[in-house]
């Protein structure tokens, strides 16, 4: 008898652990039903609702940068969730961000980089106005840099990225400098997000995308360390089950909510946007 609550009691934390695991990284147990992705809801009242989507697709696994054929369906979904700021990645030019501002809106502020790896970054504000920072450019280039004005005068420092993906040394680059630039820079409310292109889950695929990935995993530490992590535990955001797309935000900025949008993506497109809803601590 004692045997038997012995191998039950171990079977119980088994599950426990399970559960937990669960919890931790967005995946149900086999069989369960788990609510997953973002779900359209009402805006902070006294926050933002903050998005970063790269709109590349997978081109036969080369990738490829955005396509104009893809806008009117890209601009429909942002419309959608509605966001106050919204950064973009795998652009073909300025003019093609702003094409998508003008989709979204009449009142809305733009800011463009040609990208650390020659794929632009672009942000879009949809009330308020950005100002474009020049950080000092490194070996792999500099984020898109940028201070976002609120119509109540609050700033919100945002560096926007979209790191290398199979060169873990220069996303460690990227990475560090736009986390070394939101603390230089000084600014209460510091967001950094993007296509960061570090998976660190490696029990989920058969090959790693990375040629470091011991560097990658201090990569991640160095921003965990200093930015809270929004989107942990809110599922994968690239196809095939791959988590690449963070928000990072100040200690200052609560976390409401923050996840994946599935089913926005269109043709070859190989990543979900990313939501989350902050408050003004």
């Known amino acids: 008898m004692s045997g038997e609550r012995g191998h039950a009691w171990a079977y119980e934390a088994l599950l426990l652990v399970l559960a937990l695991a669960c919890g931790l990284f967005g995946y149900g147990l086999p069989g369960t039903s788990v609510d997953v992705g973002w779900k359209p809801s009402a805006k902070p009242e006294d926050g933002l609702r903050i998005v970063t989507w790269n709109l590349g697709g997978s081109a036969g696994g080369g990738g490829r940068r955005f396509d104009d054929e893809q806008l009117d369906a890209v601009a429909a979904s942002l419309r959608y969730i509605d966001p106050d700021i919204v950064v973009v990645q795998e652009l073909r030019g300025r003019g093609q961000l702003r094409r998508l501002a003008n989709a979204l809106g009449s009142e809305t502020s733009v800011a463009f980089d040609q990208g650390i790896d ?3 970054v672009g942000a879009i504000a949809t009330s308020g106005g950005l100002q474009k920072l020049d950080p000092p450019r490194g070996a792999n280039g500099a984020p898109l840099s940028v201070r976002f004005v609120m119509e109540d005068g609050r700033k919100l420092h945002i560096c926007g990225l979209h790191a290398h993906p199979w060169s873990a040394s220069s996303r460690n680059e990227a990475i560090g400098r736009s986390v070394d630039l939101l ?3 000084g600014e209460r409310y510091g967001v950094l997000l993007g296509d960061l292109n570090l998976d660190l889950d490696r029990g989920k695929r058969q090959d790693l995308f990375t040629d470091d990935e011991h560097l ?6 160095y921003a965990a360390k200093r930015l ?3 989107g942990l535990g809110g599922g994968p955001t690239a196809e095939p089950d791959r988590r690449l ?4 935000v100040s200690g200052s900025l609560e976390v ?5 949008f599935l089913d926005q993506r269109r043709g070859d497109m190989d990543h979900h946007p990313v939501v989350a809803d902050v408050a003004f601590r």
């Not at 409401?256 to 994946?260: F, G, I, R």
């Open 183 to 185: 603390e230089d820079e």
């Open 216 to 221: 990658d995993i201090q990569t991640y530490n």
């Open 228 to 230: 809270f992590d929004a």
């Open 118 to 120: 020659g794929r632009g």
């Open 245 to 248: 797309d963070y928000i990072f």
């Open 256 to 260: 409401l909510t923050c996840a994946p």
